[in-house]
């Protein structure tokens, strides 16, 4: 619930430490899309070799603090927040759904792109880093 006192504005919009929000989302939500998913996995997993690629991809996600998208310690905002302009509520995009949707791809990227043939049938269809991973724990 909104009261009338908590206006907000979306681009004024500003974190306690005075960083705005789209740093404080960068920081919570990183995309460290320059990284060469293939300088940490040095092979596809099969399935013999799980734990060494789960070691390799635990040392990729943790050097890239995204360990929380696929144990659970992120958890995905709400896709929209309410906010008061002039007196009126109203729900507009939430950009830290955004931002976390986008991290959560890249990472789910990294993954899946870390798969041979036949481990990425077991993943076909999910959506998320977190239902990836948890479909790969052998």
Not at 59 to 86: A, R
Request: charged share 15%; hydrophobic share 40%; proline share 4%.
């Amino acid at each position: 619930m909104v009261s009338e006192h908590s206006s907000v504005r979306i681009k004024d919009f500003s974190t306690a430490s005075g960083a705005s929000s789209s740093s404080f989302m960068a920081a919570k939500y990183p995309y460290p899309s320059t990284v060469n998913v293939a300088n940490f996995i040095s092979f596809k997993i099969s399935h013999k070799n799980y734990l060494l690629w789960k070691t390799q991809m635990l040392g990729l996600i943790g050097s890239q603090d995204m360990i929380g998208f696929i144990d659970g310690q992120i958890s995905k905002p709400t896709s929209t927040i309410e906010i008061v302009e002039n007196g009126e509520a109203r729900s507009v995009p939430n950009p830290e759904f955004f931002a976390c949707k986008k991290s959560d791809r890249l990472l789910r990227g990294w993954i899946t792109g870390s798969l041979s043939e036949e481990v990425l049938g077991l993943v076909v269809g999910l959506q998320s880093s977190a239902e990836v991973w948890n479909a790969l724990i052998m």
